[in-house]
C-alpha cells in the first residue's frame, strides 16, 4: 500500500496529491487571467440610461 500523505484535501497517495497541486495551480492562474481581462467585473458592461422627463 502507497504511504498515504495528508494534505488540506486530506489523507491522499503522492500521485493524488500531485495532480491536487496541479489542479490548484492551473486553477489559479485561470482565475487570475479571467480577473486581468474584466471577466468578473460586474460594472464593465453596464450602460448609463439618463431619462429627460418633461
Known amino acids: 500500500m502507497a ?3 495528508n494534505t488540506k484535501y486530506g ?3 503522492p500521485q493524488e496529491a500531485e495532480m ?3 489542479l490548484d ?3 489559479k492562474d485561470k482565475k487570475r487571467r ?3 481581462h474584466g ?3 460586474l460594472d464593465k ?3 448609463v440610461v439618463i431619462k ?3
Open 3 to 5: 504511504k498515504m500523505i
Open 11 to 13: 489523507y491522499v497517495t
Open 20 to 22: 491536487d497541486a496541479h
Open 25 to 27: 495551480k492551473w486553477y
Open 34 to 36: 479571467a480577473n486581468k
Open 39 to 41: 471577466a468578473f467585473s
Open 45 to 47: 458592461n453596464k450602460k
Open 52 to 54: 429627460n422627463e418633461r
